[in-house]
C-alpha cells in the first residue's frame, strides 16, 4: 500500500478543524458590500473556557469544558490532552483508565493514518496509560506499557526521549537515568539526553555530574554553550557547589585545552561564582583560540568594570587593545580604559582620554557617549556647569534615547549647580513631555528633580505637585520612596526649622558639596528626633560623610542610627552601609566580610540582600 505523505495527511486532517472554527458570513446577492467577519467556533470557546478554569485551579468545570469540545471535535489533540491532565489532577485515576482504554480502542480504525508523536496516537496514549498507572502506584503495570510502547518504535530516540520526559516529571530521577544511560551504552550514542540527564542529576544534588553532562551538551551544537551557561547560572550560590563545578570545569579544560568552548563555560561560571581574576583569565583563553577577535574579553572588561574592579577591567581592555581587534572593538576598548580612569577619580587623565577618542574616532557611534562622560568631569569635577551644559544640551538636540534622556535630566542638573532653578525645571519638564503624560521610570526621576528644585527655592506647593504626579505612577519607580518621604517633609508641619536644614543639605548633595550636606544633614537629624525624617536625615548624614572621605565619622554616624531607631526599617540599609565602608573606604576585607556574612544571616529579605552576597562571594575568594 503506497504511504500518504505526512505534510498531506497533516492537511487533510486539519480541514475539518479549520472549518469548524473559522466560519465566514456569505454575503447575499445585490446586497451591497460587507465586512467579512469571523466567529469562533463553540469547540475553541469550551477551549478557551477550559484553560482560563485550569488557571483558575477549577479542574471540574475545566473537565466538563474540554469533554464539551471533544464531544465537538473527538480527535482534537488539546482537547484529549485536556480531560486527562484533568482527571489525573482530580485524582480520578479509574476514570482515566476507562477513558485512555477507549481511546485506544479508537485508535485502532486509525492508527495507519496517525504519527507516532500525535497526542491522539496509540503510542502517545500508551504513554499516558503508563503515566496513570504509576500515579496510582502500580509501577509494574506502568512498566509493562511503556516497554510494550518503545517496542513499537525500535531505535527511535524521539521516542525514548518521550518516555524520559514523563519520567523526570514524576520524579522518577533513578528511572529516567538508567534509561539514558542504557539507550547511549546500547546505540553508542554517548552525548544522547546530556541535557535532561545533567537536569536530573542536578534535581539529584548531583553538581559534578550535571557539569559533566552540560559539557558534553555543548558538543552538541555551536550554540549549545549558551543553554548551558544559564544551567550553570541556575546552581545554587553554594561555596561547596562552587568548589565542586569549578574543579569539574578545571578538569575538562585540562583534558581539552584548545577548545574555546569549554573555556567560555569555565570563565561563565568562574564569573557567577566570584572569581573575577579567574574569569578573565579564562576569556582571554577562550578568545584567543576562538573567532571572537576580542569581543569576548572585552564584554568581560566592562562587566568587570560594573562590579567594580577597575584594576582587572583595565586590564581586560589593555589585552584587547593589544590584539589591534576589529575597528568596533577597538573603540570600545579605549572608552572602557577612559571609564577605568573615571571610576579611579583620575578626573583629568580620563577627561584626556575621552577627547583623543574623539580626536581617533570623529565618527564613531559612541562618541556621544565620550563627550557625556567628558560633560559629567567638567560638571562634577571640574565645577564647570557652564560648559557642561552645552555638551548635554548638544547631546540632547542630536543624541537618541536612552543617552538622550540622560543628557535632558543633567543639562537641567546643571542649571541648577547655577541656581538657575526655573532654566533647571524646564529643561527637566521636557523630559517629561517625552513620553506623553506617562508616568515611565524617566519620567518619574525628572518630577523628582522638579520637586527637589521647587522645595530649595521655597515653592512647597509646586514641589507637592510634582511628587504627587509621580505617586500617580508605578510603585517600581525608583523615585516613588523617595516622593512619598519628600512628601512627608513638606507636610510635616512645625518643622520648618528641620525642613530648611534638610532642604540646604539636599542642595548641597545635588551639587556634590558633601561637607555642607553632612554639616547641614547632621543640623536636620538633631532637630528631627524620632519619626521616618529623622531616620532618612541621619542616614544621609552617614553618606554625606563618607563621601567626604571621612569613613570613620560615617561609621560614628550609622552607630548612633542604630543605637537611636532599633526597630526601623532602613536599619538593614544602615547595616549593609557600614559593611561597604569598611570594606571598600577603610580596606578592611576580613572584618567587611564577618560584617556581611552576619548581614546575610540577620537580614534575609533586606533589599540589599544579592549585594550583599556578592561582595561577600567576590571578598571571599580574594581572601582565600
Not at 480520578?92 to 497526542?119: C, G, H, I, N
Not at 524617566?442 to 528644585?453: G, S, V, Y
Amino acid at each position: 500500500m503506497r504511504r500518504i505523505p505526512l505534510f498531506l495527511l497533516s492537511l487533510l486532517v486539519s480541514l475539518p478543524l479549520f472549518a469548524q472554527q473559522i466560519i465566514i458570513q456569505p454575503q447575499q446577492p445585490g446586497a451591497k458590500p460587507q465586512k467579512r467577519t469571523l466567529q469562533i467556533s463553540p469547540e475553541q470557546v469550551n477551549i478557551d473556557r477550559a484553560r482560563r478554569e485550569e488557571q483558575r485551579g477549577n479542574f471540574e468545570a475545566a473537565l466538563a469544558a474540554w469533554q464539551q469540545a471533544l464531544s465537538a471535535s473527538p480527535w482534537n489533540p488539546a482537547a484529549v490532552q485536556g480531560v486527562l491532565s484533568c482527571l489525573n489532577q482530580l485524582r480520578r485515576f479509574d476514570d482515566a483508565v476507562k477513558f485512555l482504554d477507549e481511546r485506544m480502542q479508537m485508535t485502532l480504525v486509525r492508527s495507519t493514518l496517525t504519527d507516532w508523536q500525535d497526542p491522539t496516537g496509540s503510542f502517545m496514549l500508551s504513554l499516558s496509560r503508563g503515566e496513570v498507572e504509576l500515579q496510582r502506584g502500580d509501577e509494574d503495570s506502568a512498566w509493562k506499557f511503556w516497554r510494550e510502547a518503545l517496542s513499537t518504535q525500535p531505535n527511535n530516540p524521539e521516542a525514548m526521549r518521550s518516555l524520559v520526559s514523563i519520567l523526570q516529571k514524576n520524579h522518577r530521577w533513578e528511572d529516567s537515568d538508567k534509561l539514558i544511560r542504557d539507550y547511549r551504552k546500547d546505540a553508542k550514542v554517548p552525548g544522547f539526553m546530556s541535557l535532561e540527564l545533567a537536569s536530573s542529576l542536578q534535581a539529584q544534588m548531583n553538581f559534578a555530574g550535571a557539569s559533566e553532562e552540560l559539557l558534553l551538551y555543548c558538543k552538541t551544537s555551536p550554540t549549545a554553550w549558551q543553554i548551558a551557561q544559564s544551567y550553570f547560572s541556575r546552581f545554587p550560590d553554594d561555596s561547596t557547589v562552587e568548589r565542586t563545578v569549578l574543579h569539574a570545569l578545571e578538569n575538562a579544560v585540562k583534558r581539552d585545552k584548545k577548545d574555546p568552548t569549554l573555556w567560555r563555560v569555565y570563565s561563565g561560571y568562574a564569573m557567577k561564582a566570584g572569581r573575577l581574576a579567574l574569569a578573565l583569565d579564562a576569556t582571554v583563553a577562550a578568545d584567543s583560540l576562538g573567532e571572537n577577535g576580542g569581543q569576548l574579553v572585552l564584554s568581560t572588561a566592562q562587566q568587570l568594570l560594573q562590579e567594580g574592579d577597575v584594576t582587572l577591567a583595565r586590564k581586560g581592555f589593555e589585552k584587547v587593545l593589544d590584539w589591534e581587534p576589529a575597528e568596533q572593538f577597538m573603540e570600545r576598548a579605549e572608552l572602557g580604559l577612559a571609564q577605568c580612569h573615571e571610576a579611579q577619580g583620575q578626573f583629568a587623565e580620563a577627561k584626556q582620554a575621552y577627547q583623543r577618542y574623539l580626536e581617533s574616532h570623529p565618527k564613531s557611534p559612541e562618541s556621544d557617549e565620550a563627550r557625556f562622560h567628558i560633560a559629567e568631569i567638567l560638571l562634577n569635577s571640574e565645577n564647570n556647569p557652564q560648559a557642561s551644559l552645552l555638551e548635554f544640551e548638544s547631546i540632547w538636540q542630536r543624541g537618541k534615547a536612552p543617552l538622550k534622556i540622560k543628557a535632558g535630566l543633567r543639562a537641567g542638573d546643571a542649571q541648577a549647580y547655577n541656581k538657575d532653578f526655573g532654566g533647571a525645571i524646564e529643561a527637566w519638564s521636557r523630559v517629561t513631555r517625552l513620553t506623553s503624560g506617562n508616568i515611565t521610570e524617566e519620567t518619574a526621576d525628572a518630577f523628582l528633580r522638579i520637586a527637589r528644585a521647587n522645595m530649595w527655592r521655597d515653592s512647597t506647593t509646586l514641589a507637592t505637585a510634582a511628587l504627587d504626579t509621580i505617586l500617580k505612577g508605578s510603585t517600581l519607580n525608583s523615585a516613588f520612596n523617595d516622593a512619598i518621604l519628600y512628601q512627608a517633609l513638606l507636610e510635616g508641619g512645625g518643622f520648618q526649622g528641620a525642613m530648611r536644614a534638610f532642604a540646604d543639605a539636599d542642595y548641597a548633595e545635588f551639587r556634590n558639596d558633601c561637607a555642607r550636606a553632612s554639616e547641614k544633614f547632621g543640623e536636620a537629624a538633631n532637630l528631627l528626633h524620632y519619626g521616618r525624617l529623622a531616620e532618612w536625615t541621619r542616614l544621609s548624614q552617614a553618606q554625606a560623610l563618607r563621601e567626604c572621605g571621612k569613613p570613620d565619622e560615617a561609621l560614628v554616624a550609622l552607630d548612633t542610627f542604630a543605637v537611636n531607631f532599633p526597630e526601623s526599617v532602613e536599619l538593614p540599609h544602615a547595616k549593609y552601609l557600614q559593611a561597604v565602608i569598611i570594606l571598600e573606604d577603610l580596606k578592611n576585607d576580613d572584618e567587611a566580610l564577618r560584617l556581611l556574612e552576619d548581614y546575610l544571616i540577620q537580614y534575609p529579605r533586606s533589599l540589599y540582600l544579592e549585594q550583599a552576597r556578592r561582595k561577600a562571594r567576590i571578598l571571599a575568594n580574594k581572601i582565600s
